[in-house]
């Protein structure tokens, strides 16, 4: 079955870096369309950033100039480089997948974010805590 295993949180102070990786497994990994959500207490899901199988990518205005999402087909993992990190970037992030690549960038064109009802299968989050 479908597997996404994240990896990469950690507390940094503001300004600072991190590097998210998503490591996948059980499917066509290259066909899928990926993306990064994260979600903060009390807050909703929000789509970061996204990818599709030619590299076309989505970036949430706020993180725009300062996170980028890749993939590494060979070895099946995704990542996003978070840099200049903020203390609002605070939050669980989680790695998410759906073959469904028309689905998801009909969303992106007719409403213009990443929605998380878009996507089938998704990792089990990691934390990304940054300080002031």
């Known amino acids: 079955q479908v597997q996404l295993v994240e990896s990469g949180g950690g507390s940094v102070q503001a300004g600072g870096s991190l590097r998210l990786s998503c490591a996948t497994s059980?499917?066509?990994?290259?066909?899928?369309?990926m993306g990064w959500f994260r979600q903060a207490p009390g807050k909703e899901r929000e789509g970061v950033a996204g990818?599709?199988?030619?590299?076309?990518?989505y970036y949430a205005n706020s993180v725009k100039g300062r996170f980028t999402i890749s993939k590494d087909n060979a070895k099946n993992t995704l990542y996003l480089q978070m840099n200049n990190l903020k203390p609002e970037d605070t939050a669980m992030y989680y790695c998410?997948?759906?073959?469904?690549?028309?689905?998801?960038?009909?969303?992106?064109?007719?409403?213009?974010?990443?929605?998380?009802?878009?996507?089938?299968?998704w990792g089990q989050g990691t934390q990304v805590t940054v300080s002031s």
């Open positions: 059980g499917y066509t990994y290259s066909s899928y369309y």
């Open positions: 990818i599709d199988d030619d590299g076309s990518t």
């Open positions: 998410a997948a759906d073959p469904r690549s028309w689905l998801v960038m009909g969303t992106i064109q007719a409403l213009g974010v990443l929605r998380s009802a878009d996507f089938n299968y």
